[in-house]
């Protein structure tokens, strides 16, 4: 079984990752754009709100800024994409080795501690709940807020435009929707979601680290493939919700994983989890509806 301090952390980091799996549905599954610029925003977003945290700025403002640049780097590889004509995913991995450079010149180092300075978490300490209860239930309100904001993004006429590009860009194009400029908006809008994390990821850990976005385009997928697997996304909030489940599940099951004893697994093993996860998560929905099927005939 899970300490309290362990649980709650598996309920942070997801909900952290939950953010990251927000920006990978409006890419992969919104607009059908497989990027891996997160690897690159997420740091960036962190490595922008510690210099600026350090420098004296509001915590919310330096988040926001952080939120601003993440959508600057989505913004670039779209553009490589739409206006350059490279390949949507060669377009991603370009900004991605862009961003490890362009991390370290923002830090001036390779890490930024936070430990001693004010944070979004601060003014949160001083509620009459345990030290790890704080960042949870931050975190649960900034991602329904934004759950919240993208649900009721999607169904204005520019959401709808967005997805009609992502569903079938032609058609789109013949209703008279810019297509390359919906592209752009939702890549940069998705990579400023993942910027948003990389903020308060740095802010929750007191850290901000050059090498922190390694791995998140995976973890960010398996959330996104595991809670499409827990709920099926028929709607736009259940996608969403379907987002944040998935994020919160991967990081218990992380949790559950390294922490029992049996198993015999340890932090280097991480990887290793992650992948069996991913897989797991990409066969059950097909081996399920197998099942069913067999099911349904011998009813039959």
């Known amino acids: 079984m899970l300490s309290d301090i ?9 909900l952290i990752y939950g953010l990251v799996a927000f920006g990978i549905y409006i890419s992969f599954r919104v607009l059908d754009f497989p990027d891996l610029t997160v690897d690159g925003s997420f740091p960036l977003g962190a490595a922008v709100a510690a210099v600026l945290i350090i420098g004296g700025w509001d915590p919310w403002l330096a988040t926001g800024m952080a939120i601003l640049a993440g959508m600057a780097a989505g913004a670039v590889t779209a553009l490589l994409n739409v206006k350059l004509n490279i390949l949507n995913l060669l ?21 930024i501690a936070l430990l001693t300075e004010e944070t979004v978490l601060t003014p949160w300490y001083e509620l009459d709940l345990a030290f790890h209860q704080v960042p949870v239930l931050l975190f649960a309100i900034v ?50 979601l993942v910027g948003l994390a990389g903020a308060l990821f740095a802010q929750s850990q007191g850290a901000a680290d050059v090498t922190m976005g390694v791995g998140v385009i995976v973890i960010g997928l398996a959330s996104l493939i595991g809670g499409e697997a827990v709920l099926t996304p028929s709607t736009v909030v259940r996608a969403l919700f379907a987002c944040l489940i998935g ?54």
Do not use: C
């Not at 377009?91 to 890490?111: D, F």
């Not at 590009?165 to 939702?186: E, K, S, Y």
């Not at 218990?252 to 069996?276: E, R, S, Y």
């Open 91 to 111: 377009a991603s991995i370009l900004t991605m080795i862009a961003l490890y450079s362009v991390n370290l010149r923002i830090m001036g180092r390779p890490n």
């Open 247 to 300: 994020a919160i599940v991967y990081r218990l099951a992380i949790a559950l994983a390294l922490n029992a004893d049996f198993i015999g697994l340890k932090a280097q093993d991480l990887n290793l989890v992650t992948a069996v996860l991913v897989t797991l998560a990409i066969v059950l929905p097909g081996v399920r509806t197998k099942l069913t099927h067999r099911f349904s005939r011998k009813q039959a």
């Open 6 to 14: 362990a649980f709650y952390g598996a309920l942070e980091t997801g």
């Open 143 to 192: 991602a329904l807020l934004v759950l919240v904001l993208l649900w009721r993004f999607m169904k204005s006429e520019t959401g709808l435009a967005m997805r009609a590009t992502g569903a079938n860009p032609r058609m789109a194009r013949a209703q008279g929707i810019a297509t390359g400029g919906m592209i752009v908006l939702g890549v940069a809008l998705s990579n400023g």
